[in-house]
């Protein structure tokens, strides 16, 4: 019940598409989910993150959208660039605040 | 905001050798650090969390007293890896939470570990 799934797992986009990430997890108690952009041999870094009383939230090129009742929330990267080409993981946290992450996805954004 | 730096970015050292690396928050004060490791294409993993002031609380399968934590100050927390082998070469990460309501984790740049 503790596990985020997130698919898929690499994906490769033209620029200027649209990238598409999917977590689900099954833990309702589950209250806060953030994105992390990582690149290779660097920390992750926060892109954003929202809360189950929102469906959706949007920052510049990143939007979450997020379904409580189907328990999935979703990364979308519009008109995607060869810069966001890196690790994306998905995470999800009670008031515990420790993390539970998605186990990554491999993003490549061709020129 | 939300700046937190690790110190040394690599280290490679003799196995049997301890080495300590720092997590520091530089502009924030952090009630609570966690420090994770990652394999190569892999997630991270969760190793323990660290309140200021109290004992860490390390995750299952986690050696304690191979992986110490020491969380002295709001802006500090060390790891320091006991007797390392080649085994404990990994990529090790530390996160910093605010206090308060704050549940984000702001992470550092990563420590490189390599045991020769």
């Known amino acids: 019940q503790q596990q985020v799934k997130q698919s898929p797992q690499s994906l490769i986009v033209q620029k200027g598409g649209i990238s598409i990430i999917n977590c689900a997890y099954e833990?309702?108690?589950?209250?806060?989910f953030p994105w992390y952009q990582q690149f290779p041999g660097k920390g992750p870094a926060l892109l954003i993150a929202?809360?189950?009383?929102?469906s959706e939230k949007k920052e510049g090129r990143f939007t979450i959208s997020f379904n409580k009742s189907a328990k999935q929330f979703s990364l979308h990267i519009m008109d995607s660039q060869p810069g966001d080409s890196a690790t994306y993981f998905c995470?999800?946290?009670?008031?515990?605040?420790?993390?539970?992450f998605g186990t990554g996805t491999r993003l490549k954004v061709l020129a | 905001g939300a700046v937190v730096s690790q110190h040394p970015s690599r280290v490679i050292c003799k196995s049997g050798t301890s080495v300590k690396i720092e997590c520091r928050s530089l502009?924030?004060?952090?009630?609570?650090m966690f420090w994770y490791r990652q394999f190569p294409k892999q997630s991270l993993m969760l190793m323990a969390t660290?309140?200021?002031?109290?004992?860490?609380?390390?995750e299952q399968g986690v050696e304690k007293d191979k992986f110490l934590i020491n969380h002295a100050s709001l802006t500090l927390s060390t790891l320091t890896v006991t007797s390392a082998h080649p085994e404990d070469s990994s990529f090790y990460i530390c996160?910093?939470?605010?206090?308060?309501?704050?549940?984000?984790?702001?992470f550092g740049p990563g420590t490189r570990l390599l045991v020769l």
């Open positions: 833990n309702t108690a589950f209250d806060y």
């Open positions: 995470a999800a946290s009670t008031g515990t605040y420790k993390y539970i």
């Open positions: 502009d924030f004060q952090a009630t609570t």
């Open positions: 660290s309140n200021e002031g109290s004992k860490a609380t390390y």
């Open positions: 996160s910093a939470k605010a206090g308060g309501r704050g549940e984000t984790q702001y």
């Open positions: 929202i809360r189950p009383d929102v």
